[in-house]
């Protein structure tokens, strides 16, 4: 359910606010839209953007990014004002954030949401006030470094800073709330979204200790925000990139059972069983004692591919199951005498491979497998199955599991960007890679199946779109993640790396089985 619109331009109305009353050289301006409206919101803001003495320089803040529909801090636009003859001066600060209505739906997210956003603003300002670097920016427009606001590090100390605003606030559960929303973005599906960035679970006892400790003699209302920038500040200290890293080992792999269409407790159950790694085991409990959700059964995950595990364990799951595989479709034929079993079989992992199920994938030794059956039909032979299983097992091995593993991985971060993937895709994905060959073949002779073309024009018929064109949400590309760094210069290009984490770590062996808010 949409969150009402007056709802959070009453709670972004009351962050400025409180940012104005804490330094009145800052005037910071929550853009507010929904999906797709963000240009709309962008060009209603303008002329009353002009109206501030920096105004001129925040339009120009407006043209970056503007494909990017997720919330976002833009930048400060700045203009100093020569006073008593240039005697002295004064500084004037608009600060720009988007804020996409649609990313919460409760009161709680859209106010955490804000505080994490003003915290951006407000870090920016004081590094600007900086002795080393405020003589370099008396005025224009002063933009963030995207490493630095994607990087987790940086991510967590806005949100620590954002569960100390809601408390102080009269949210007694806005620090707890933070943490289970950020644990379940990392088991839900959601395009452009990047879980991995935001770590604050890790953090969320040292954010309620520092709060009771700093309840305990409470900041005067003017020294409030300046109390939670320092908390936040310590807090992040403690963490440095080899722990934040272990919140992006869990939540890549977690991400990519999610799009695969596996269920939570799932998901949870592959962390907390298959994954070698402590701090991933770890992860995987706190985030179930986050989200409430209890990781499903050893069982349950028996035939279950899991990113989480050693790569030579998926390996033999994938192989297990390809055995299984041919030997119901040959059972099936034998019975019925013919090889539609063969093909249909070969169809199903096809338009499965769409959805990045690849444990268990042998279409392209399916498809030979029954064209050898048939012959041996035609041919009079008593026992078909053999020419099958013969023809089988001299083709499978032609896709290697590491080809598989990244045809999903691809199609998985495709999903993530908020794209479609098709069959074209694949074959696109396949062309230059001589290993993948077989999975092109394989794909082009299900895209030229006759049953597999009257599906195809039945959906049409009824307007339904098929499965390999399924469409999600138009969001943006989302930025790679980086490293968990601390930056140099937070903000100003510093702090980024050219080093990017694996997309998991190699697990062991797990056994077989006055304020403006415009909208």
């Not at 606010?17 to 803001?45: K, M």
């Not at 063969?342 to 499965?352: C, D, H, L, T």
């Not at 599906?455 to 999600?472: G, S, V, Y």
Request: with cysteine.
């Amino acid at each position: 359910m949409a969150i009402p619109s007056d709802l959070v331009e009453q709670i972004c109305h009351s962050v400025a606010r409180q940012v104005r009353d804490h330094d009145r050289t800052i005037h910071l301006t929550f853009l507010a839209h929904r999906n797709g409206q963000r240009l709309e919101a962008l060009s209603s803001a303008s002329q009353e953007l002009l109206t501030h003495p920096a105004g001129e320089a925040a339009i120009r803040m407006l043209k970056t990014g503007q494909d990017d529909e997720r919330s976002s801090f833009l930048g400060l636009g700045v203009w100093r004002e020569n006073l008593f003859g240039g005697l002295a001066s004064q500084d004037n600060i608009l600060a720009l954030v988007t804020f996409n209505m649609d990313e919460v739906d409760n009161a709680h997210a859209a106010r955490a949401l804000a505080w994490h956003l003003a915290w951006f603003a407000l870090r920016m300002t004081d590094l600007r006030n900086n002795p080393d670097y405020e003589t370099d920016f008396r005025g224009g427009i002063l933009l963030p470094d995207a490493n630095d606001t994607n990087n987790p590090a940086t991510c967590m100390r806005a949100d620590v800073f954002s569960g100390i605003m809601g408390r102080i606030n009269g949210d007694k559960d806005a620090i707890e709330q933070l943490a289970h929303d950020r644990a379940m973005a990392a088991l839900q599906r959601r395009p452009g979204a990047t879980p991995e960035q935001y770590p604050f679970p890790l953090a969320m006892e040292a954010t309620e200790y520092a709060y009771a400790e700093m309840m305990r003699r409470p900041p005067a209302r003017k020294k409030q925000i300046d109390t939670a920038m320092k908390i936040a500040e310590q807090i992040g200290l403690t963490y440095d990139g080899v722990s934040l890293n272990q919140w992006i080992y869990f939540c890549q792999p977690a991400q990519d059972m999610a799009w695969r269409g596996e269920p939570r407790d799932i998901i949870l159950s592959a962390a907390v069983n298959t994954s070698y790694d402590t701090f991933i085991r770890a992860t995987g409990f706190l985030v179930s004692e986050l989200t409430h959700i209890q990781p499903a059964s050893i069982h349950a995950i028996h035939d279950i591919h899991s990113p989480f595990a050693e790569d030579k364990y998926s390996q033999r799951l994938h192989e297990r199951m390809v055995d299984r595989v041919i030997h119901d479709v040959i059972e099936i034929g034998m019975g019925s005498r013919n090889s539609t079993a063969f093909r249909e079989a070969a169809n199903r992992q096809n338009e499965g491979l769409i959805d990045g199920h690849i444990a268990g994938w042998c279409a392209a030794a399916l498809q030979a497998a029954g064209r050898a059956f048939e012959a041996a039909l035609a041919n009079g032979s008593k026992t078909p199955d053999e020419a099958a299983r013969r023809e089988f097992e001299g083709t499978r091995h032609k896709t290697t599991w590491e080809s598989l593993r990244t045809i999903g991985e691809n199609i998985m971060e495709k999903y993530r960007q908020g794209q479609i993937v098709t069959f074209s895709d694949i074959l696109d994905f396949c062309e230059d890679t001589p290993a993948l060959a077989s999975v092109s073949s394989a794909v082009a002779m299900t895209m030229k199946d006759p049953a597999y073309v009257r599906k195809l024009q039945a959906a049409n018929d009824l307007n339904i779109i098929p499965a390999e064109a399924r469409p999600t949400p138009s969001m943006a590309p989302r930025t790679p993640t980086t490293p968990a760094v601390t930056p140099r210069a937070p903000g100003l290009g510093g702090g980024s790396s050219s080093a990017r984490p694996p997309q998991t770590p190699p697990p062991a062996q797990w056994p077989d089985d006055d304020t403006t808010t415009t909208q």
